[in-house]
């Protein structure tokens, strides 16, 4: 099936596009993208919703480097004994 643009955009749409506005959020915002983010967000409930979704686990990811601190870089070699 053909979708037109007037279509409503399914889940996986909506969380591809959440992606995307989370790594770009990460680099920073032009402008224009912030001018174009706000128009996306006021345009489905559910775009705020699905971001919200990413951005905490963006979050868990950013705990994992705390963990990272506390691991050696090399293997002990008593444990592979």
Do not use: Q, Y
Not at 23 to 35: I, N, S
Not at 52 to 78: A, I, M, Q, Y
């Amino acid at each position: 099936m053909v979708r037109s643009s007037e279509d409503t955009p399914d889940e996986n749409d909506v969380s591809t596009v959440a992606s995307d506005w989370l790594a770009r959020f990460d680099r920073g915002l032009t402008v224009e993208e912030e001018v174009e983010f706000e128009n996306w967000i006021r345009a489905d409930p559910r775009h705020l919703i699905e971001l919200g979704k990413f951005d905490r686990v963006w979050h868990e990811f950013d705990r994992l480097t705390l963990f990272r601190k506390k691991v050696p870089r090399s293997p002990n070699p008593d444990l592979f004994d």
